[in-house]
């Protein structure tokens, strides 16, 4: 068992390197081949100020008269020892900037992701024990339906149902604006953290609700069910002692493997309420031409979607029981 | 007429007429082509006066003149979102069929030019698909400037891989079916295996991938332009009016934002609902996926 997992872990790492280094040549490349000017990114507004001659200073200070591959590994080489470079808009080490953020975005996504879980699970497991009945078809229809349902759009009609109209819940930000960061109550933040997060998970309810209904009513087709039924087991015993066992480890491990929606979506719900975290960063890095940012950013969500496959591989190679079996028996 | 009594006894057992596959296929089919129809003829019929500046018609909430009301310039949101609908289906349209297009070159090569060929794409895949989708295109969006070229470069380039898995894993298992085995031993170059007997048994997967893929890129496209970095605002994109509109939305006025995302969901759904059943008619077996 130990040496499955050392293994495993052996062969993950090994991968990890290379989609890291490979994910970096590309996007390093992808922005070396952009139309825009770093320089006069960086000059901004003070374009009338700065002459050719500051500029050409301005390139050689940042290196950008060296040719590519230099560059490159230059860039990587200070990536290796932890040094990300430093962001244009928030004036502070990327490393730095990734990190405060990663705390706030971690939560949202934490919330979302166990409430598109919980719901999802339980509304494919009520769809799957009616099959073909009225709360069956709704809740089908309802996945199929938010299947198609632009995520930020659901974020604008809760914000007017909560925070305009009924006036329940603030508009935005993690925080009440106005308020010194030692007086802001748990309370404050997670008000501020429970529109984003339903918006987060609405998305991802659909997916995991439609592949428990499928698992499970397979399960219920089979003979073990037949036989357990013809006992006198029945309802939702039935589903807890034998349906559950089967579909719970698909079902989480499609959940972890969602890492990469879950990112896509923190995107959007935070740029909706303003939320200071990740995916914001990232909205804000890429509208304002903030390179380093933007590559930390990059690697830092490809490091993200691949701990979750991860965990999704783990899950489904190691610690099934009957997965674990099989590879015995071809040893 | 033996199918209509059919159908007559079949829906007389529940009260709900009960229709099959391909007559549900044909109907989600001839809808969703009324609604891409109406949206295109209606974007180009309405001509430029509804976008129109008029101070006088501001912030009119629905009435039977501006039925999804106007905006703080006057300007009519029912044409607003009718054409920002019909860009977005166009360039979801361009974007999911070069997707489409570079999965296939993709997956045929992968399954025709060999183990060091397939190793190369299977790799490839492998890494487009642990960045998120939305990062991506973010990224791409920024490298190409934003505007309209980087959206459609961006989705090109996102979307194709997990259709090219599909199309690699079928075009592999036709190279080993007997009538490739001897076309192989006939002598028959690798391209003319890939283009006369690979490409038209993909054919239907491609269509279907093609319709499964497209719902995605228009959503995907919404999305980035909502956040800013895809059309310029001066186009009328449904993610231009959904993303003005959140500076209105504290003002009260819900028919900025209610009107024009309930008819992208509607012009989404209806595609995705074309794609599961073509699927399920190409595909028997994945019936009940």
Known sequence: MLRLIAGFIGKKAIRLLTLLAAVSVISFALVNASPVDPVQAYIGADVMRVGPEQRAEIAAYWGLDRPFPERFLKWANALLHGDMGTSMIYREPVVKVIGERFLSSVWLMALAWTFSGVIGFAAGIAAAMRKDSWIDRLIKGFCYTLASTPAFWIGLLLMMLFSVWLGWLPVGLSVPAGVLADEVILLDRLRHLILPAVTLSVAGIAPIALHTRQKLADVLESDYILFARARGVSGLALIRRHGLRNIALPALTLQFASFGELFGGAVLAEQVFSYPGLGQATVEAGLRGDVPLLMGLVLCSTLFVFTGNTLADFLYRIVDPRMRAGKGMIR | MIRRHMLQAAGMNTGIPRWNGRIRTAISVSGAIALLAVIMLGSRLMGSEGLAVSLEERNMAPSPAHLFGTDWLGRDMLSRTVKGLALSIQVGLLGAACSTLIAAVMGLAAATLGRAADRCISWLIDVSLSVPHLVMLILIAFVCGGGMKGVAIGIMLTHWPSLARVVRAEALQLMSADFVLVSRKLGRSRMW??????????????????LMLFPHAVLHEAAITFLGLGMSPHQPAIGIILSESMRYLSTGMWWLAVFPGA????????????GGHLRRLTDPGSVRL
Do not use: C
């Open chain 2, 193 to 210: 295996i890939a283009s006369r007997h690979l490409a038209p048994h993909i054919g239907p997967q491609l269509l279907v991938g093609f």
């Open chain 2, 263 to 274: 008819g992208l969901l509607l012009a989404v759904w209806a595609f995705d609902r074309i």
